[in-house]
Structures are given as C-alpha cells and as structure tokens.
T-cell receptor, first 117, second 112 residues
Framework: GAVVSQHPSRVICKSGTSVKIECRSLDFQATTMFWYRQFPKQSLMLMATSNEGSKATYEQGVEKDKFLINHASLTLSTLTVTSAHPEDSSFYIC?????????????FGSGTRLTVV | SQQGEEDPQALSIQEGENATMNCSYKTSINNLQWYRQNSGRGLVHLILIRSNEREKHSGRLRVTLDTSKKSSSLLITASRAADTASYFCATDLTGGGNKLTFGTGTQLKVEL
C-alpha cells in the first residue's frame, strides 16, 4: 500500500515553456507532499513542502514563482516548472508522508526526468 | 539545508561479500532512514531506526545508530548483483517538521 504515482516519467521541453509534473497518492490520502530535485550522481535536495489546501513552503534559494506547487486535493499535488531553462534540467521526485503508529513513513514517486533544450 | 555525509561515495564488491555504508549527520534526530535508488528511478524505503534504538535488522540488512557520534551504518550481507544501486541515509530532524534531509549517497556496485 501507500503508492505514489508520478507522471510523466520523462519530458523534453523547449526553453521558455512550462512543464507540469503530477503526483497522485493512489491508495491513501497525502496531506503533505514533498518535492525534491536531484542532479546526476548527487543527493536529493528538498525544494518545497506542500500541504493540502494551503500554500507550499519553499526551501531557501528555491524560486516560488518559478516552481509552482499546487496541492488542491488529498490525492494530487503538482509541480509546474515555469519558463523552463536548460539549467532546470534535472530529476524531480515527489514524496508523500504516510501516517503510521508513532512515526511517519515516506513513499516516493518514480521521478520525472526533465530535459530542457 | 543540513545534509548527512556518507562514505564511501562509491563501493565496488564481489557478489557474496558484505557491503558497509556509513552516514554521519549534524543535529539531533527523531529517526534515521535508509533508502535505495536504482539509476534514474524513485526511492525505495529500506529501513527506519528510531533515535532510541541502536540496531535493527531486516532480512540481509543491518542498521546501527550511534546518536552520541551522530552516525549510522548500513550493512548488506551476502550481496547480490541485484543490490547494485545508490543508497541514501535520510534524517528526520528534531523540530524539522518531519522533513527528510538526505545524505550524499553511496553508489554500490556488486559484480558477479
């Protein structure tokens, strides 16, 4: 259980266009979703935390106007990369917090490889 | 953001050998988790160890935690070629809002 479906898995877009990435929780309600980016052979860096029905909280250095996050329902969170540039090319991964006993478990989407040309 | 350091960065072993990866972190934690990532894929949760635990086992995995040294280790016994992946530790920091902070990762290659 606790599966997060992330789409698309790969996307190539032209510089200046916008790209939307979706993450859906399939069998549970995700009140909190985390968005990460990962450069090749590097670790995951948290970009923002989204809570259903409220504004996302962005990490320091992440442009909120460039990376728009919407978490309008308990099963869907989206990340839109606006006016994408080649330096935005990266691997983006979402993660949902799953409640369980006295601690939280996290389940990850399969990631989206964004290439901006 | 604070990030754990892992070593080694890369590890290459023969099938059947054990693989040990280490993770150090900087501040107090609620728990520490280990994840596995196959190339270009999402992360798979392996094991979680709470701050009041010292050792935990799951199948061929053994995790230790030393909060006095702010370090953890992941041991994979009797490794298989299918264990080839990147392994990350992630800390749930005290007062961190349940956000996970990831370590730098260890790339493990298990050769036949």
């Amino acid at each position: 259980g606790a599966v997060v479906s992330q789409h698309p898995s790969r996307v190539i877009c032209k510089s200046g266009t916008s790209v939307k990435i979706e993450c859906r929780s399939l069998d549970f309600q995700a009140t909190t979703m985390f968005w990460y980016r990962q450069f090749p052979k590097q670790s995951l860096m948290l970009m923002a935390t989204s809570n259903e029905g409220s504004k996302a909280t962005y990490e320091q250095g992440v442009e909120k106007d460039k990376f728009l996050i919407n978490h309008a329902s308990l099963t869907l969170s989206t990340l839109t990369v606006t006016s994408a540039h080649p330096e935005d090319s990266s691997f983006y991964i979402c993660s949902a917090k799953v409640s369980g006993s006295s601690f939280f478990r996290y389940t990850f989407g399969s990631g989206t490889r964004l290439t901006v040309v | 953001s604070q990030q754990g350091e892992e070593d080694p960065q890369a590890l290459s072993i023969q099938e059947g050998e054990n693989a040990t990866m280490n993770c150090s972190y900087k501040t107090s934690i609620n728990n520490l988790q280990w994840y596995r990532q196959n190339s270009g894929r999402g992360l798979v949760h392996l094991i979680l160890i709470r701050s009041n635990e010292r050792e935990k086992h799951s199948g061929r995995l053994r995790v230790t935690l030393d909060t006095s040294k702010k370090s953890s280790s992941l041991l994979i016994t009797a490794s298989r070629a299918a264990d080839t992946a990147s392994y990350f530790c992630a800390t749930d920091l005290t007062g961190g809002g349940n956000k996970l902070t990831f370590g730098t990762g260890t790339q493990l290659k298990v050769e036949l």
